[in-house]
Nanobody, 128 residues
Framework: QVQLVESGGGLVQSGGSLRLACAAS????????MAWFRQAPGKEREFVAG????????DYGDFVKGRFTISRDNAKKSVYLQMNSLKPEEMAVYFC?????????????????????WGQGTQVTISS
C-alpha cells in the first residue's frame, strides 16, 4: 500500500499560481499511475491531471487548456501539480490519488473509481 499526503494549497489571487505536492510513503511510488482530482462544495469530484507510472504519458481535464503541468519524481516519491492562471471557480479541495499500474502501462485514467489510494486533500482558495 501507499500513503499520500498533499501540501501546497492556500490562498491565491485570481490569475495567480500555486504548486501542489503529493508525498508518498510505504510502497514505492514508481509502481503507481498518479492523478490529481478536485472537489468543490456541492459538486462531484473532478479529474484535473494524471501521469503514468513512467511519466511518459500525461492527461489533463478539458478545462486546463495548457495552464497546469503534472510531473513526478519517483526518487523523491513525489508528484507535483503546477497551476497557473487560476480562476475563482477553481477553488476546491485538491486530492492526490494513486492507481496500481503494470510496468508497461502508459494509460492515464480520468475515472476516480480506478484509483484505490487517496490523500486527505489540500484546500485551494482563489480570491477574485
Amino acid at each position: 500500500q501507499v500513503q499520500l499526503v498533499e501540501s501546497g494549497g492556500g490562498l491565491v489571487q485570481s490569475g495567480g499560481s500555486l504548486r501542489l505536492a503529493c508525498a508518498a510513503s510505504g510502497r514505492t511510488i514508481s509502481a503507481y499511475a498518479m492523478a490529481w482530482f478536485r472537489q468543490a462544495p456541492g459538486k462531484e469530484r473532478e479529474f484535473v491531471a494524471g501521469i503514468s507510472r513512467s511519466g511518459g504519458s500525461t492527461d489533463y481535464g478539458d478545462f486546463v487548456k495548457g495552464r497546469f503541468t503534472i510531473s513526478r519524481d519517483n526518487a523523491k516519491k513525489s508528484v507535483y501539480l503546477q497551476m497557473n492562471s487560476l480562476k475563482p471557480e477553481e477553488m476546491a479541495v485538491y486530492f492526490c490519488a494513486a492507481r496500481d499500474s503494470g510496468y508497461y502501462d502508459e494509460y492515464v485514467s480520468r475515472s476516480s473509481g480506478r484509483y484505490a489510494y487517496w490523500g486527505q486533500g489540500t484546500q485551494v482558495t482563489i480570491s477574485s
